[in-house]
């Protein structure tokens, strides 16, 4: 088990070492081209959650920490496609040139608030619960939305189609994987948490440091 744990937690360094060139390739797999067609909207709207890395460890760290609440699974797939409904509605609030301020520093604030709640294994239910989801949504969301800025309605709504399918069926099979490891490698399922965990809150904190400037 300890060595599962340090073959979590080199993947993650090795994944943290990429992140700035993810972030300089990441707009969507166009190449950094506003999407002209219905096909390059798509496989931008899949692509866009996976290949950037703050993106994608959010979505995987919101996933296995709905995995880890005692809520049945018809709410958490709820939850998890309200986050992904959200993120859709950030998306098309920053199209028409909709500024949110400190977007950048809430997407990091976002990153380690998760990565806090991956720790302590919980997080905020019912209302308060529901409140954070859709909010982290609409800024995870917004920060999308600067690869279709410009686009038409054709391409900008397979992107949104494409961002809500990718990011709803990613974060549901993590759901269902942390439930099924729940029961059989309990002590396998805290070390990938606590490896998540840490990549997901050096990400946020680099990312703020970024943000404003440092």
Do not use: N
């Not at 991956?118 to 999308?144: C, D, E, F, K, S």
């Amino acid at each position: 088990m300890r060595r599962l744990s340090r073959v979590l937690k080199s993947s993650a360094t090795a994944g943290l070492s990429g992140l700035a060139t993810s972030q300089a390739l990441a707009h969507h797999p166009t190449g950094g081209a506003v999407p002209t067609t219905a096909w390059q909207g798509l496989l931008s709207g899949l692509g866009h959650p996976v290949i950037e890395i703050d993106h994608l460890l959010f979505l995987l760290g919101a996933a296995t920490v709905v995995g880890l609440l005692k809520v049945a699974p018809g709410r958490a797939a709820l939850a998890l496609m309200l986050y992904a409904a959200a993120s859709a509605v950030g998306t098309a609030i920053r199209v028409p040139g909709l500024e949110l301020l400190l977007a950048e520093p809430m997407v990091a604030m976002s990153l380690l608030v998760l990565s806090l709640c991956l720790w302590l294994r919980r997080a905020p239910a019912g209302a308060a619960g529901g409140l954070m989801v859709a909010t982290a949504g609409l800024i995870h969301g917004y920060a999308y939305g600067g690869a279709v800025v410009g686009a038409e309605l054709t391409p900008l709504a397979w992107y949104l189609g494409g961002l809500f399918t990718v990011q709803t069926l990613l974060m549901v099979a993590v759901f269902a994987a942390v439930r099924c490891l729940r029961a059989v490698a309990a002590t396998g399922l805290v070390a990938a948490e606590r490896a998540l965990g840490v990549a997901t809150g050096a990400a946020g904190g680099w990312a703020l440091w970024t943000s404003l400037g440092a």
